[in-house]
């Protein structure tokens, strides 16, 4: 079959409203099979030009999906279909989403097909879809131009006058973070075929918005998808590396299964879009609900930080029974729900069992006081690796992570025995969730924090990304793509056995698969303590003792901390895990609670050494937080100022129901004012010299007095002292 790839492009546009669902083609002349809930109608019709079709509602219009192009044999196949059948009944998800899965042979090649998901929710206008390659005889997935060729997506934006490219991939070292990033596209840069690397790319204007996204992960700029600009504004959503290798089969028993993708039409504009998308993000992308609720969470390695680098001790030295217990009580004062054992709670990694000479009675003592303070379990674990001596690793020599045939050096973790990595893409995988299933069972652990995980590190054969026919550089970007993938692997695993567990990725360095895939399965834990001391340059004979920089108490750690909150637009805030600080001064307290309750919900520091007042100041206000925590989960962020501006203002409040929080932080003493932008309950809580009253459609007009720098924290919704 002769295929016109570049009038395929072409005619992939925006189509207008008027065009009626009703009067398209049928597929093999009959009907096209409809999707369809009150925000749009989804047809499936199995052409090149037009797969599929999504209508929305208003204003927001009738976009054309074409079919995904792949080089098969050697050749571009568009996966225009010559028939199609919806596969099994709707299927309901735990997230209240449901599922809908239509199948087709290829009309350029009926022993190939092509089958489509779809989850869509009724209250959302995002629709999440991926796509399915199969076949009846062997096929083989082909580069015959030295790269990966694939097309999964293209559209026009030229009805959309402001189109963004919304990075949230991009590493920050001013804040040593990963931020979002939004940059605007111009015309010259469709003229110019340049590249948006997303996840995210969103249009607006003329009534409506688009947004399309890919669930993957990388550091910008080292793309494995992106979106390739070109004229009449088209967007295409083509592979750059890793997504198969050379020869990578296609038959029975082998199918090629694309990234799950998100497509919608809103009407309205940049608002109304993100809020769409956010809420998208927090309710129905995940079946991993417990991943989307607010809870408090306290980990210990700041105060073993804390105590190596400024009293002269080992990392491990405060990870014992006796300290954990001190600090159980005191983080069940303060309101604090999970509680995380960061590393060192372990004899050796792989076989991850609790080490008897910290805690003799192999947690017996923590669990009973968090269940006696009704708080959960969390554990620090690195998925990647196994001490030598560990059953893990014999048991797994063939998974063993190497380079260039090279297993990689043994290497002490954190003052425990030597380890080797161990590939996640490899059968191990499976038996590493088991592992982790057995703690849930054995320990209660519901919590489980991952940390150095990097993009790469192995490029073997005979793993799960690449036979001895692929070469090592496509191996090594293979691991490197399905990394995410199989991350995302073990954690379903895990929750489909324990519900309530929660996996957090630690996203604190460069090199790490940041994006929206990881967060079908779990959350992130997005900054640590902020820059280190070589992020700015300091002389030698300057260097603080302490490698990172905002460690001690006061507003600094907060300018660097809430520039995550960036994400919060399109991303919920609750998928970011930061940790502030509780010291003394009060001034202090206040500004990292002030912080915390915007969503990222994290503490760590020297429990034990906090003052009554301090612990006493933390259980007040998280008990005010935690009746509206809820609320100001669900609202999208408002923000005036700047990070670290004066004043730096943050509305959260849920505008379906009036409760939520602002929090008002200045660096300069003086009175402030703000109205909020929706409408607020009758009662309201708050810390500071503030006055507060509504104009006549409801709004709160706050007016805020500061006598020094510091926060001030407004709650509606949470009831008065």
Known sequence: MGYDYDSMRTKSILFSLAVAISGRAALAGGKPMNIQNPCFVIS?????????????????????????????????????????????????????????????????????????????????????????????????????????????????????????????????????????????????????????YGPILAGWGNGHGLVVAFEHGCTIPDAFIRFKLGKDRMAVLEAVKGNYWDGFQVGPGHEYATPWLHLALVEGGEKELSSAYRRFILRYQSENTETRKPYIFYNTWNYQERNQAWNGKKYLDSMNQERMLAEIDVAARMGIEVFVLDTGWYEKTGDWRVSRSRFPDGLAAVRAKLKQHGMKLGLWFNPTVAAVSSKMRKDHEDCLMSWDGKPGDPHQVWETEESQGLCLVSRYADDFADELIRLHKELGVSYFKWDAVGQYGCNAPGHFHGDASASPSERADSYAFQLPKYMGRVVDRLVRACPDAIVDFDITEKGRAVGLGFLASGKLFIINNGPYNFNYDFPDDVKPMFINLFVKPGPARGWICRQALSMDKWIPSVLFLTHYLPDDPATSRTINLASLILGQNGIWGDLVGMSKEGVDHFGRVLGKYRQVRDDITSASPVRSGAIGGCPEIHEKINPDTGRGAVVIFATERGTYEYVTGNKVVDDEWHEGDVTIVRDVQGRARITARFGSSGAIIVMFGAGKD
Not at 51 to 66: E, M, N, R
Not at 71 to 93: P, Q
Not at 149 to 178: G, N
């Open 44 to 196: 499936v019709e199995g052409k090149a030009e037009s797969l599929w079709t999504l209508s929305g509602t208003g204003k927001s219009g009738v976009l054309a999906i074409p079919a995904p192009v792949f080089e098969i044999d050697g050749k571009k196949v568009s996966t225009a279909l010559s028939s199609v059948r919806e596969l099994d009944k709707v299927k309901t998800l735990v997230n209240g989403a449901r599922e809908c899965v239509f199948e087709g042979p290829l009309a350029a090649d009926p022993e190939i097909s092509l089958r489509l998901e779809f989850r869509t929710a009724d209250e959302s206008p995002v629709v999440r879809f991926r796509y399915i390659l199969t076949s009846n005889k062997p096929r083989k997935l082909t580069r015959t131009g030295g790269k990966d060729d694939i097309e999964y997506l293209s559209l026009s934006f030229r009805d959309c006058p402001r189109v963004t490219d919304v990075r949230m991939a991009e590493f920050l070292d001013l804040s040593h973070s990963y931020v979002l990033s939004e940059r605007k596209i111009t015309d010259g840069d469709f003229a110019s075929g340049l590249t948006a």
